[in-house]
């Protein structure tokens, strides 16, 4: 049985694609990461890459791949997506997926199920979402970055290899952590605050959180061969 996208669905994924840039080469990725007490914790995304043995669908024009691990129990999963007052996210209605009780160990066989089967979102205070859709955040913070300059090398900050970490929350709380080419750095007190303030500009970010960490230590060879071209390094 085939794994498919509702209508809903399948529009969004859709929209992220074209803001990404992405190629026709790009799949939707879809598996299971382990389970808790809601049913399965799964795994949803974005990407251009494709294992050898991946199984395949095609749904409403997008490409679908599955590891053969997951499969057997994503058979006949459709994966919806809403945006109402209940919350926005892509939800995955499987019919081999039952929740069990909170605190309890499997139930014993011939046991009814504390849960019929069914649509089954993330767990509570996550959302299937983030995996994909914070794709498309982490590109507009990186664009936003990249409009930083250091004051004594003439490459922005993220070409220049000072930004080690940008997490983004299933609330849309992003964390940077960032460090400066030297401890002694001049801007030190100054530019991780113009980070934070460029971060929480871009649209659909809640809050920006920036870290100045020093380990491990920057040196000339986190440039990307962007910033090597501009100073002449090649």
């Known amino acids: 049985m085939a794994i498919t996208l509702a209508d809903a669905a399948a529009v969004e994924v859709k929209r992220i694609l074209t803001d990404q840039g992405m190629s026709a080469q790009a799949v939707l990725r879809v598996g299971i990461?382990?389970?808790?007490?809601?049913?399965f914790n799964y795994v949803l995304d974005l990407t251009e890459v494709r294992q050898d043995d991946d199984v395949i669908f095609n749904s409403q024009g997008i490409i679908i791949a599955c590891d053969p691990q997951s499969l057997p129990s994503?058979?006949?999963?459709?994966?919806?997506y809403r945006d109402d007052t209940s919350g926005r996210g892509f939800v995955f209605k499987n019919p081999n997926s039952v929740a069990l009780p909170v605190n309890s160990a499997p139930p014993t066989p011939g046991a009814a199920p504390s849960k019929?089967?069914?649509?089954?979102a993330a767990p509570p205070g996550t959302e299937i979402i983030a995996s994909i859709?914070?794709?498309?955040?982490?590109?507009?913070?990186?664009?936003?970055?990249?409009?930083?300059?250091?004051?004594?090398?003439?490459?922005n900050i993220y070409d220049l290899g000072l930004i080690y970490r940008i997490e983004i929350s299933a609330d849309k709380d992003v964390v940077v952590d960032m460090t400066l080419t030297a401890p002694g750095c001049p801007v030190a007190g100054t530019m991780p605050p113009q980070v934070q303030e460029a971060v929480a500009s871009v649209a659909g970010i809640k809050s920006a959180k920036v870290n100045l960490v020093w380990e491990p230590a920057w040196s000339k060879d986190r440039m990307s061969e962007v910033a090597q071209l501009q100073l002449g390094m090649f």
Do not use: H, S, Y
């Not at 994503?74 to 919806?80: A, F, K, P, R, V």
């Not at 859709?133 to 004594?152: M, V, Y």
């Open 33 to 39: 990461k382990g389970r808790n007490a809601q049913g």
């Open 74 to 80: 994503l058979e006949g999963t459709e994966i919806l």
């Open 116 to 120: 019929a089967a069914g649509e089954i």
């Open 133 to 155: 859709e914070n794709q498309a955040l982490e590109a507009d913070i990186i664009e936003k970055i990249r409009t930083i300059f250091d004051p004594e090398i003439p490459v």
